[in-house]
């Protein structure tokens, strides 16, 4: 499996609404990452996790609350979000410490807030 | 930090030709280069990369060059085809132990058929 798996696909949310946004990957990468993407500009690093710890958190807003529950599932936990956090959001993983052998992403999640 | 500039932002070329993608870096401690393709609605995938001990790498139609000295490396695609139409990231990292990319701003490249 070599894969990254996110879901769901596409999500609209209120201001008001808490959700979450799921990753799972069983290629044994032990660096699991979420990135932000907004259209025409590159992908932008939110959270890095290591070997299920935070490893890097690139001063993303409290509203967004990333969890990692075992080495192979990543979350994030939206809440109170703003129109202007509407995005595709992406999850990648690695093996951990080193980026030299890439990053595999998932498709994302787009993401709405009305 | 690391900054690293993509050029040309957009790119048209027709199907069969050649297309050439340049990025350069600033940190002379970057030593891994990978290249994304996103197609819409998609997440990138990587397509090739190399690494700075490393001058050319080739993969079938598509190969990577690297110019540490000028700091700058370049992907090129050869018989281009209408699925070869994506935004292309370039990125760079200082690898072991750094687990942050910077990417280029990407090159939306459209292949006419």
């Known amino acids: 499996d070599t894969e990254v798996t996110q879901t769901p696909k596409h999500l609209v949310m209120g201001m008001t609404n808490k959700k979450s946004l799921k990753c799972e990957q069983h290629m044994g990468h032990r660096a699991m990452y979420w990135y932000k993407q907004k259209a025409k500009k590159p992908p932008e690093l939110m959270f890095v996790?290591?070997?299920?710890?935070?490893?890097i958190n690139e001063s993303v807003p409290s509203r967004f609350s990333p969890e990692c529950p075992n080495s192979s599932l990543l979350n994030l936990h939206l809440h109170a979000l703003q129109p202007e956090d509407s995005a595709l959001y992406l999850c990648?993983?690695?093996?951990?410490?080193?980026?030299?052998?890439?990053?595999?992403f998932g498709s994302g999640t787009r993401l709405t807030v009305v | 930090g690391e900054n690293v500039e993509q050029h040309p932002s957009t790119l048209s070329v027709q199907e069969g030709d050649s297309a050439v993608i340049k990025c350069t870096y600033s940190?002379?401690?970057?030593?891994?280069f990978p290249w994304y393709k996103q197609e819409l609605g998609k997440g990138p995938q990587l397509i090739i990369d190399?690494?700075?001990?490393?001058g050319e790498k080739k993969d079938q139609r598509i190969a990577v060059t690297l110019n540490k000295t000028a700091k700058h490396f370049s992907l090129h695609i050869t018989e281009t085809q209408p699925e070869d139409s994506a935004v292309y990231f370039c990125a760079a990292s200082i690898g072991a132990g750094s687990y942050q990319l910077t990417f280029g701003k990407g090159t939306k490249l459209s292949v006419i058929p």
């Open positions: 940190d002379s401690a970057s030593n891994y």
């Open positions: 990648a993983s690695s093996q951990a410490g080193t980026t030299n052998y890439g990053y595999t």
């Open positions: 190399i690494r700075s001990n490393v």
């Open positions: 996790y290591s070997y299920e710890k935070l490893s």
